[in-house]
């Protein structure tokens, strides 16, 4: 009697986006997922980042900024941020050895960490510019599946290299827990962020490797 063969198949999810919908609900925290955003801009090798709680046309309005080297520098600004649109959950820092890992002491991942942003508000536009050149943006809305990538108009005295992350439609709950006070509490900054003073400054740039935060 020949001998059985075990047949293997590859697990796949019913519905993609429902797989995308548990992994940017699995961060409830909106003080967390702001930390995973600055993480991003601290594994671009930022030397300031900028992060301001403001109003906009009535509704409140989150801005990350930093001027690191930019979301995935060696492509264009439209592939860099089509690859982020259609690789959710999967991050290119994998590639890395553990040993690169343990040097620069990368903790967040691009794509898992944007999608924090549906605990924050409903609606995150990324802005990127790398070297001069045109500014892109990746606008995406919480549990809709289509994201929109679009060039805009680059803002006067834009700086060549740069990284803007919006949230707009702050969620009632997190306008509360984004405060100044609270969203610097030091056991709430993951990975690098423990190693970086956070001050609140209105507008003086602060030394290499700080975080500047308006609030």
């Given at each position: 009697?020949?001998a059985?063969?075990n047949?293997?198949?590859?697990?796949?999810?019913?519905?993609?986006?429902?797989?995308?919908?548990?992994?940017?609900?699995?961060?409830?925290?909106?003080r967390?997922?702001?930390?995973?955003?600055?993480?991003?801009?601290l594994?671009?090798q930022?030397a300031?980042?900028?992060?301001?709680?403001r109003?906009?046309?009535?509704l409140?309005?989150?801005?990350?900024?930093?001027?690191?080297?930019?979301?995935i520098?060696?492509?264009?600004?439209?592939?860099?941020?089509?690859y982020l649109?259609?690789?959710?959950?999967h991050?290119?820092?994998?590639?890395?050895?553990p040993?690169?890992?343990?040097?620069?002491?990368?903790?967040?991942?691009?794509g898992?960490?944007?999608?924090?942003?549906?605990?924050?508000?409903?609606?995150?536009?990324?802005?990127?510019?790398v070297?001069?050149?045109?500014v892109?943006?990746?606008r995406?809305?919480e549990d809709?599946?289509?994201?929109?990538?679009a060039?805009?108009?680059?803002?006067?005295?834009?700086?060549r290299?740069y990284?803007?992350?919006?949230v707009?439609?702050?969620?009632?709950t997190?306008?509360?827990?984004?405060?100044?006070r609270?969203l610097?509490?030091?056991?709430?900054?993951?990975?690098?962020?423990l190693?970086?003073?956070?001050?609140?400054?209105?507008r003086?740039?602060l030394?290499?490797?700080?975080?500047l935060?308006?609030?």
């Open positions: 009697m020949p059985r063969r047949n293997t198949v590859r697990l796949r999810p019913a519905d993609p986006f429902d797989l995308i919908r548990w992994l940017a609900r699995s961060q409830s925290d909106p967390k997922a702001v930390a995973e955003l600055v993480q991003n801009s594994d671009a930022a300031e980042i900028r992060i301001a709680r109003r906009h046309r009535g409140t309005l989150l801005s990350i900024h930093d001027d690191g080297e930019g979301v520098p060696e492509l264009s600004r439209e592939e860099a941020l089509r649109a259609t690789h959710v959950g991050s290119r820092k994998r590639s890395l050895t040993q690169e890992r343990a040097r620069q002491v990368i903790a967040g991942q691009y898992v960490g944007l999608l924090g942003f549906w605990c924050i508000g409903r609606h995150l536009e990324l802005r990127s510019r070297n001069g050149s045109d892109w943006s990746l995406l809305e809709k599946v289509q994201a929109e990538i060039r805009i108009a680059t803002p006067i005295g834009a700086s290299t990284t803007e992350l919006l707009s439609g702050v969620h009632p997190a306008q509360r827990l984004v405060s100044g609270k610097c509490l030091p056991h709430l900054w993951l990975g690098q962020l190693h970086h003073l956070v001050q609140v400054e209105a003086r740039l030394p290499r490797r700080k975080v935060k308006t609030l």
